[in-house]
């Protein structure tokens, strides 16, 4: 049976002119624009470095990786090796950190749709001392869960701190604290990053980031104070200075960058549904020395979505109402507290009040062959 010159082709739905068509293209033409799949196959491309914001993480936090370090810890680097080459086409399940990168390419998204041509974009950048023979399970793994991560530096045992200003850095999750304080001791932005036994399911479209103030946005100028002389005379030193900024803290600079996000959304009308929402989760009291906390931001020009003073109360039933994709404090029972909720937490190791971890928490501070 033939067609003749007034027959159509249907094709997905489309009728299609068998000799010629309203737009006056040949018909192989129609017929290859309406098989095209209706939405782009290709991930989207990575901001260029100047441009981007860089989130460096370790592979041991973006992925689980604890029977491939026990083996490394007990059998050596080239059992290692060996195993991660004979498994390579087997993904690795989440880690801690993956839920926070996953709302950061949400973010990306509806940066895109409001500023098609800003490369001012989140960049994640996969920071390992890996040997490069496991690369091959790392790509695997993230195509696996379409992850939009292009930029791999493994150093095959080597420190990776020196990279991260290459990358301009603005933050970096390991699972190791001493690379965090080599971090930390080059200006960059870093924190140890532990997994809670069970992970709260935390939002898909909004990225919720919970800050404590002290050693973390602040200074721990005040935090000395308290160790050094009470309460009380940290309650009198911080009325007394009410109206002094504090001093800049390690994740200072962090906060700057989602605040600047922000004010991109609500630009363009989405204050009220913007992706990104902050809080301030501090065992200050309101009443007694909240104001210098809540007058330093302002100082900074600085917007916080949300601040809770405890006053000294737990902060894990509310990080637990609050399901942030991460929180950053300095004191480790803190870190703990988030953790045995469900909150993933991560520990700034900053100024005068630093604790060595306890129960509730698994202690990564092991040397590692995957940081």
């Not at 810890?73 to 801690?96: L, N």
């Not at 989602?258 to 959304?265: D, V």
């Not at 480790?332 to 909150?343: L, R, S």
Request: glycine share 6%; aromatic share 8%.
């Amino acid at each position: 049976m033939s067609l003749n010159s007034s027959q159509t082709l249907t094709v997905s739905g489309q009728d299609l002119v068998r000799n010629g068509s309203s737009s006056g293209r040949p018909p192989w033409e129609e017929a290859r624009a309406a098989l095209k799949p209706s939405t782009p196959t290709k991930k989207p491309q990575p901001p260029k470095p100047q441009n981007a914001i860089t989130i460096a993480v370790s592979s041991r936090v973006l992925f689980n990786m604890e029977k491939e370090q026990q083996i490394y810890e007990q059998q050596g680097m080239e059992e290692y090796i060996k195993y991660q080459v004979a498994h390579e086409t087997e993904p690795f399940s989440p880690g801690p950190a993956f839920s926070f990168v996953k709302a950061l390419e949400a973010v990306n998204t509806k940066l895109r749709e409001l500023y098609p041509d800003s490369e001012e974009l989140f960049d994640v950048v996969l920071i390992t001392n890996n040997h490069a023979y496991v690369g091959l399970r790392l790509i695997t793994t993230i195509n696996h869960h379409q992850l939009v991560i292009e930029r791999f530096c493994m150093t095959g045992g080597n420190s990776p701190i020196g990279y991260l200003k290459a990358y301009h850095t603005n933050l970096y999750l390991s699972a190791d604290p001493v690379k965090v304080h080599e971090a930390l001791d080059e200006g960059i932005a870093a924190a140890t990053m532990f997994t809670p036994e069970k992970m709260t399911e935390v939002s898909e479209t909004q990225l919720r980031v919970a800050f404590d103030g002290d050693a973390v946005l602040f200074s721990d100028e005040s935090e000395q104070i308290f160790k050094a002389h009470g309460l009380d005379k940290f309650f009198e030193h911080e009325k007394t200075h009410e109206n002094k900024p504090l001093d800049h803290g390690p994740l200072k600079g962090f906060l700057e960058v989602l605040g600047r996000l922000q004010k991109k959304f609500y630009a363009k009308g989405h204050r009220m549904d913007c992706p990104i929402r902050t809080y301030l989760v501090t065992a200050r009291s309101a009443a007694s020395s909240g104001a210098r906390a809540l007058k330093t931001l302002r100082s900074w020009g600085l917007e916080i979505d949300e601040a809770l003073f405890l006053a000294g109360a737990p902060k894990g039933p509310m990080l637990e109402k609050i399901r942030p994709h991460i929180f950053f404090d300095d004191q480790m029972f803190h870190v703990e507290g988030a953790a045995e909720m469900g909150t993933v937490a991560c520990h700034v190791p900053y100024g005068i009040a630093q604790k060595v971890p306890r129960k509730g928490v698994k202690d990564k501070e092991t040397s590692s062959a995957v940081k």
